[in-house]
Every structure is written in structure tokens, then in C-alpha cells.
């Protein structure tokens, strides 16, 4: 894995998101957010292979810390002076991770910001590739849905941003939508990867016609050379 920049508090968004997967890839991101509770067993429910419901035992006490450590050590290496400075005395690292956040993350007064950002999405993706497209548009929403009191963008609002890009693209982007809506599979996911799909499909048949188009020129020079000779 790249190495992640510290933390120096412009670059909170994207250090942040980084961190955030670096702690799921080792299994410590419950500690920072904790999952939501199971379902109670159903009464009568049978207990696994081997063991009764007296004998399975809850997640040890000294397991949670030794994780909580390993993650809040995590946290503060990855953290400037500055930053480091703030969380150094807290020795949780759901807390760290909470005032971080709090102190460098998006703000309710930034939050009409980054709606208009979200508004002005559509005009300002021209000559940007899907992935490029999909990575800003889906951090946008990950920022909005930060903001303490703000609303997350729906799926819905997703979806009517690829399609008006999509639109505006043209051709066979433009009509995908009706495509996928008679199908049935109008969704984000589906309208993402099939844009990507039509996009890489475009690439190979641009590269497959300039190989062509060399290949025909390269002929008639070794055809025209032999007529010569």
C-alpha cells in the first residue's frame, strides 16, 4: 500500500478516507466506529457445533484494549505535530478519532458549500473519465454525510447526476438510462458500471482502429516500395 501523507489538517478529506480503509484492511475499524448490535438470539435457537449457550463466550475485555491500542497507535503515527498534539492525552481511539474529525472534518457551516459543489457537479465533469467522475462524486457525498445536522445525498440524486453528464456526453451514454430503466436495473451501481463498460469499450475501438489505420498505411509504403523496386 502507498504510503498515507500525516495528517496536517488541509488534507483531512482524503487522509481520513485513507486511514479509514487502512484500519477496515486490519480489522480495527469497529473499534474506531462500532458495528451495530447483533439481533438477540431467537428463543429456542440452536448454539453452534460443539458448544452450548453457556459455553460461547463474549469477546474478552483485554482483546478490545489490545485492538483500541493498536488502532489509536495507528491513528497518532499518522498524525503531524499539530494534529498529534490535540490527541496525544486521549487514550481512546474512537475519541481521537471523534475530535479529529470534529476539528478538521466538515463543518454545518460548510455544508451549503458543498451542496452547491453537488449542484455545480454536472457542469464542471466535462472531459473527466467515469472513474475520475464517480471518485469526486462519491467523496462528495461521503463530506456531506460528515456534516453533523446535514443530510446525505440519496441514491437517487447519484444516479440523476451520472445521468445528466451521461447526456450531455452523448451517443450511446445518453440513451443508457432508458436502456437500464427497461431492464429494470436503474440503479447507481448499474449506471456506473455500464458507463464504465461503454467507456473502456470506446477506448479499445479508438486504439483498435488507429492500430488499423496503421497497419493499412504501413502496407501501402512496403506495397509501393516493391512496385519500385
Known sequence: MA???KLTGPNYR?????VKRLLQSRGLWDVVEPLPKPEPPVAGSQAPIGADAS??????????????AQASCLIMELCDTIPLD??????????????????????FGQYQGLRDDF??????????????????LETL????????????????EMLEVLNDIAKGKGGEYGTLAGY??????????????????LEWEEARDKAGGAAGSSRARNKGVRKWGGGKQ
Do not use: H
Not at 460461547?56 to 482483546?63: E, F, K, M, R, T
Not at 496525544?88 to 471523534?98: D, K, N, P, T, V
Not at 437500464?180 to 463498460?197: Q, W
Open 3 to 5: 504510503e498515507i501523507a
Open 14 to 18: 482524503v487522509w481520513s478516507l485513507r
Open 55 to 68: 459455553t460461547v463466550a463474549p469477546p474478552q475485555a483485554a482483546d478490545f484494549e489490545i485492538r483500541d
Open 86 to 107: 490535540l490527541i496525544i492525552s486521549i487514550e481512546c481511539a474512537r475519541s481521537q478519532w471523534a475530535r479529529l474529525r470534529r476539528l478538521y472534518g466538515p463543518s
Open 119 to 136: 449542484e455545480e457537479f454536472v457542469a464542471k465533469a466535462g472531459g473527466k473519465g467515469w472513474a475520475q467522475i464517480a471518485g469526486e
Open 141 to 156: 457525498r461521503e463530506l456531506i454525510g460528515e456534516v453533523p445536522g446535514g443530510l446525505r445525498l440519496s441514491e437517487v
Open 180 to 197: 437500464l430503466r427497461l431492464k429494470g436495473e436503474y440503479k447507481y451501481e448499474n449506471m456506473l458500471m455500464s458507463l464504465v463498460s
